[in-house]
């Protein structure tokens, strides 16, 4: 009775309820569609690159590229059309500059101002790299014998810099008697280095001077002869390495290895143990190394192993044997001895066999111990060896993480340096005891300000791509994240040249985790996170797996509840920006808004030109389109040759001018094409900085503004207002 007497109450608070939860759904509908007319409404003049249509022809096949011209770095009406767009997107994210602002700040306000690195002990000093309060560059120093030793400023790149908009220092290498430094400065950022040399017993900078370097150089143990590599000069690939002695001209210096092979670069380092002078040639499936006796510098230097393709390799010397890490009959690496006097393959005896399901990834060697990076379902783990024992992997107490060795210079020593993160761990530097198993705790990059893990959750998740593959998925978001579809995800993913994309710790990503956002890192093919494999199973002809991977993960988090499709966002840089420009012409649908970050995305006439940077040292990785199956190939996902007469998300496109990786036109040419061929009224912003290059500008402060930017356009778009997130 009492229920039937109340019914009429609870019957208008239920309409009420209803009522209530409709007009919201209405506004939040209404909000959406005003702002995604808010760009069509403000009624800008859109930016238009003239169409001087070139006639590309291969293998038969006719593209007609319209927008070739804009190639023409020199060209005033080239760098018009960029400040235009410039313009335009500064015009039509004027309402977002105040969350621009708020954001760089928050950003930077996390970042410790007196910040330091934790010392290293190399050849009698403790080195350090430091930053001061309010200044974009870091402070190189050292300490001799003791950290309580007076401070040696060997470089202040804050003063350095001063007269440049962009500066990066180089590799820095000292003389083995510690009175000279080498190193490399940039100051276009197009990472051409000029060697300059200073001494460090009087501060004064040497006469000697050695332009368009890779920008290290590598000291012989006579303190006064280095070996150094130069660029070739359109190619910017490094390609000849030469020999010189302090105090002479560097047109004096001797050239004693060149590189003809455009499909290799060279490199020279000193390995671990100080005895060898190394030179490196490195190609997609092959590499090759020469060594000579750092005691001997004007001596010859002898191969390892002659280069065949398809044998990769890489080498460390201890007790007088090399160790190789080979794929040599084993697809996921293992790793070889051979006397350092007999290193041809026929005499390399095996230490650690392959394994299908570990792929071993690198090596540290000391006295008593071999450590081993292997790569264990898509984890890097650290295996720490007695030699000849098997040893044990070093237990981190969570499932998903980023571990690597450190900075080990020394053989004698039972403690190991560590660095490692999570998606909630900020980057932790240990020091490891491989007899004890003690852990110290060095540091642990400060976030200032509120910051507590505890605040934050992690998952790492299977997706079943269409084919079968289950591709890892690692997900960050605050506390409180609701999985009904409601929230918006930023999914990110690479995916190229078989590089993982770990799950690493950002401060910078707490201004999205805060806002609401989920951060989701897609593991997929053409990455090594799961193997050799899983690189081969996403390269050349089958590279569109990388696409339907990616795409399979966003369909599995809208299917799944972490977003919806009006809630879902991409993001990915270089190579990671061709997958932007893939999944956006074959899914454009799924995304809200993208961001592409310096895209790689004119592929089929970028790989035909080999005058331009990194084209014929990729043949392996995206095939040679001289070939006409590559080619076909190629085309038939090129984002730029792929654009169409349709709907695409909202897009935030970013380059450089003096991009050296993926040159500016590359993502010029598509902005401009798209501009004219789509049919939405989506935003389509492209962002070039003029000052800058591949990675954007050079001081860790002023680098944020441009992630600021990228942030805004996204929040903008989630239709979040300016509130953090809380419990």
Avoid at 103 to 129: F, Q
Avoid at 157 to 185: D, H
Avoid at 243 to 262: L, N, P, Q, Y
Avoid at 534 to 548: A, P, S
């Amino acid at each position: 009775m009492n229920r039937l007497k109340n019914f009429p109450l609870i019957f208008c608070l239920l309409a009420l309820f209803l009522w209530a939860g409709s007009c919201k759904q209405e506004q939040t509908e209404s909000e959406n569609t005003a702002r995604s007319m808010m760009y069509d409404k403000m009624d800008l003049p859109t930016p238009v690159a003239a169409k001087k249509p070139k006639e590309l022809s291969i293998h038969g096949d006719v593209r007609v590229d319209d927008y070739y011209w804009l190639n023409e770095r020199e060209n005033q009406e080239v760098i018009d059309y960029l400040n235009a767009e410039n313009a335009y997107k500064d015009q039509l994210l004027e309402h977002t500059k105040s969350l621009q602002e708020k954001l760089y700040n928050e950003i930077v306000a996390r970042i410790k101002p007196d910040d330091s690195s934790v010392p290293y002990l190399y050849n009698e000093y403790y080195y350090i790299s430091r930053y001061e309060t309010g200044k974009e560059h870091p402070i190189y120093s050292r300490k001799k014998g003791s950290l309580d030793a007076a401070e040696e400023i060997m470089l202040d790149v804050n003063k350095l810099a001063e007269p440049y908009s962009y500066f990066q220092v180089g590799g820095r290498s000292v003389s083995p008697n510690n009175k000279i430094l080498a190193y490399g400065e940039d100051t276009l950022s197009r990472r051409i280095y000029t060697l300059r040399f200073k001494n460090l017993e009087t501060g004064e900078m040497l006469a000697d001077v050695i332009p368009n370097t890779q920008g290290s150089a590598v000291w012989a143990n006579d303190n006064k002869t280095l070996f150094y590599v130069t660029k070739e000069p359109e190619t910017l690939r490094g390609y000849k390495i030469f020999r010189h002695i302090m105090g002479t001209s560097a047109e004096k210096d001797v050239e004693i290895f060149h590189e003809k092979d455009a499909t290799f670069s060279a490199f020279v380092y000193k390995d671990k143990s100080e005895k060898y002078i190394v030179i490196g040639s490195y190609a997609t499936l092959s590499q090759e190394y020469h060594v000579l006796d750092a005691n001997q510098p004007l001596g010859k230097f002898r191969v390892i192993q002659p280069r065949e393709r398809g044998l990769e390799y890489s080498i460390a010397w201890y007790n007088n044997k090399f160790y190789i890490r080979t794929n040599l009959d084993a697809q996921n690496f293992r790793l070889m001895e051979t006397d350092e006097n007999k290193t041809s393959k026929e005499n390399w005896k095996e230490v650690i066999p392959h394994r299908k399901d570990v792929l071993l990834e690198g090596m540290d060697l000391f006295n008593n111990y071999l450590v081993l990076s292997e790569r264990v379902a898509g984890i890097t783990k650290l295996r720490v060896m007695p030699w000849g024992q098997d040893g044990q992997y070093i237990d981190f107490g969570e499932d998903a993480y980023v571990a690597s060795t450190s900075v080990n210079p020394q053989f004698d020593t039972e403690w190991l340096r560590i660095s490692y993160s999570s998606l909630t761990t900020p980057v932790t530097t240990y020091d490891y005891n491989m007899k004890t198993k003690e852990f110290k705790m060095l540091k642990q990059q400060e976030v200032v300000g509120d910051f507590d893990p505890a605040n934050y959750v992690s998952e790492r998740i299977m997706v079943t791509a269409r084919d079968g593959a289950k591709v890892p998925v690692s997900i960050v978001y605050r506390k409180g994240f609701k999985k009904d579809g409601t929230q918006p995800l930023l999914l990110y993913g690479y995916g190229s040249y078989g590089a993982s994309m770990d799950p690493y710790f950002s401060s910078v990503r707490l201004s999205l985790l805060d806002r609401g956002f989920a951060f989701a890192i897609a593991h997929i093919r053409g990455g090594e996170e799961m193997g050799r494999y899983w690189y081969e199973d996403g390269k050349l002809l089958k590279k569109k797996n990388t696409f339907t991977d990616f795409i399979d993960c966003g369909e599995y988090l809208v299917a799944n509840n972490y977003t919806n499709k009006e809630k879902l966002f991409a993001m990915g840089g270089s190579a990671g920006g061709l997958l932007m420009g893939a999944v956006v012409n074959m899914r454009p649908d799924l995304w809200k808004g993208v961001v592409a970050a310096v895209p790689f995305v004119d592929v089929v006439t970028t790989m035909l030109d080999e005058s331009i940077p990194l084209t014929t040292g990729e043949f392996d990785e995206w095939g040679n389109p001289k070939d006409k199956t590559y080619y076909d190939y190629m085309k038939s996902y090129s984002p730029y040759d792929n654009v169409e007469a349709k709907e695409y998300p909202a897009m935030l496109v970013t380059t450089g001018l003096h991009d050296s990786q993926v040159q500016y036109w590359e993502p010029a040419k598509w902005v401009a094409k798209m501009r004219v061929m789509k049919t939405d009224k989506n935003p389509l912003l492209m962002h070039t900085n003029m000052d800058f290059g591949h990675s954007g500008a050079s001081g860790r402060y002023e680098q944020h503004r441009e992630t600021a930017l990228e942030y805004a356009f996204l929040l903008d778009l989630a239709g979040l207002n300016d509130a953090v997130m809380k419990n």
